[in-house]
């Protein structure tokens, strides 16, 4: 039985701990199964504390909770998708030593997480519902039988006297090529049993959660290991920060351009009355295109001519919906499509959204006329100064 379990490979063959990987052992997991009333339950403080107190025993110490959280933040990593992690132990309380499959789906939930621990515990292993492995199991002790003979044995802990960034910490060069073995206790208080950690290390001046810690952990492994752009053993992309003249300038831009924007508001109702207002049926035809006699007759590729009249410098322009540049049914040319044309041309010519945005203003700049005459005025790019007249002579 497997308890609804599955895998999320089709070979879960355990992988050999030898070589560049992480063990991981969760230390002193509170994991204790009784009969309470007529059913055999996982312990628990919220469920069990009058049981607790009856048999003498501290309710605040059966957290069993704090090892489903530490087994999820492992096995839902990408270090465990990319293959990184070689083995995971549980070490409860009892001196029960349970090894976890890599490739195991544990429940979500915690009740569920219960029931599965309690049929373990008596079962002594869980099978996979679809194949014949084992993804829960019972084995012998000690711990230190299961580890790789060359294993950095480290062990985690708030009180501990080195106070180490985790990033770093791993870099180190005599980590490189040996698998590391990282023990993180499963309980709410106490203290991990030192006997078989080579040292121990502090990734926080503050306590922390033992899944909190765990992904800490499993962070900087997958930074180590490139794990984080999606491409196992390769380096991670380089991350450039900017020079602070350089988000000076930024701000400076972005405070400039909220402003301009305001500006245009505050004037584009004025500005909107004060332009003459030109029958809408001529607008298309001021660029040599002629007005048709019905919505259907306007095709995308028409559009696609407008706009490139508007600016032969980029010829490149998607075609755009009769749709999207209609107006009360009237033909002409809608400012959004516009934008979006003058966009396309700027990324067709390989230009950044500040290039789009000047060509989009020298569009209008250049037919004025060719815009509609939208009753939101915020629609429009107005104010805009006319064309500068033709030399005296011309």
Request: aromatic fraction near 6%; charge should be neutral.
């Amino acid at each position: 039985m497997a308890g609804g379990l599955e895998t999320e490979w089709e070979d879960p063959s355990a992988a050999s701990t030898s070589g560049e990987g992480v063990i991981f052992v969760l230390e002193s997991a509170q994991l204790e199964v009784a009969k309470v009333g007529k059913n055999y339950e996982l312990l628990n403080c919220d469920d069990h504390a009058n049981f607790l107190r009856r048999h003498n025993k501290d309710p605040a110490l059966f957290r069993p909770d704090i090892c489903h959280q530490a087994l999820l933040a492992i096995l839902d990593s990408p270090l465990n998708k990319a293959g990184r992690l070689k083995a995971l132990y549980v070490h409860t309380s009892k001196n029960v030593l349970i090894q976890v499959n890599p490739q195991v789906r544990l429940p979500r939930t915690f009740r569920r997480f219960c029931g599965l621990m309690v049929q373990l515990l008596q079962k002594l292993s869980i099978r996979a519902t679809n194949g014949p492995d084992k993804l829960l199991k019972v084995v012998k002790g000690p711990v230190t039988k299961h580890f790789p003979a060359d294993g950095q044995r480290v062990g985690f802990s708030h009180s501990a006297k080195t106070l180490v960034a985790m990033q770093d910490w791993v870099m180190r060069p005599e980590l490189s090529g040996k698998p590391l073995v990282f023990v993180v206790g499963a309980f709410a208080h106490g203290k991990i049993d030192d006997s078989y950690v080579d040292e121990y290390i502090s990734i926080s001046q503050f306590p922390l959660s033992a899944a909190y810690a765990l992904g800490r952990i499993t962070n900087a492994l997958e930074r180590k290991w490139g794990i984080r752009c999606g491409r196992p053993g390769s380096p991670g992309p380089p991350r450039s920060k900017p020079e602070p003249q350089q988000r000076m300038m930024e701000r400076r831009l972005a405070a400039l351009l909220l402003s301009v924007t305001a500006a245009l508001l505050v004037a584009a109702p004025a500005a909107a009355e004060a332009r003459p207002r030109l029958p809408r049926g001529r607008r298309l035809a001021q660029l040599g295109f002629p007005k048709p006699d019905s919505c259907d007759e306007l095709s995308e590729n028409d559009f696609a001519s407008a706009f490139t009249s508007l600016d032969a410098s980029c010829p490149q322009v998607e075609p755009w919906s009769c749709e999207g540049a209609c107006y009360d049914g009237m033909h002409t040319l809608n400012y959004k499509c516009a934008h979006a044309a003058a966009k396309a041309a700027a990324q067709a010519a390989g230009l950044d959204a500040e290039v789009a945005a000047d060509r989009i203003t020298n569009l209008f700049r250049t037919c004025p006329d060719a815009v509609l005459e939208h009753d939101d005025a915020a629609d429009l790019p107005w104010p805009l100064s006319p064309p500068p007249p033709p030399p005296p002579g011309g």
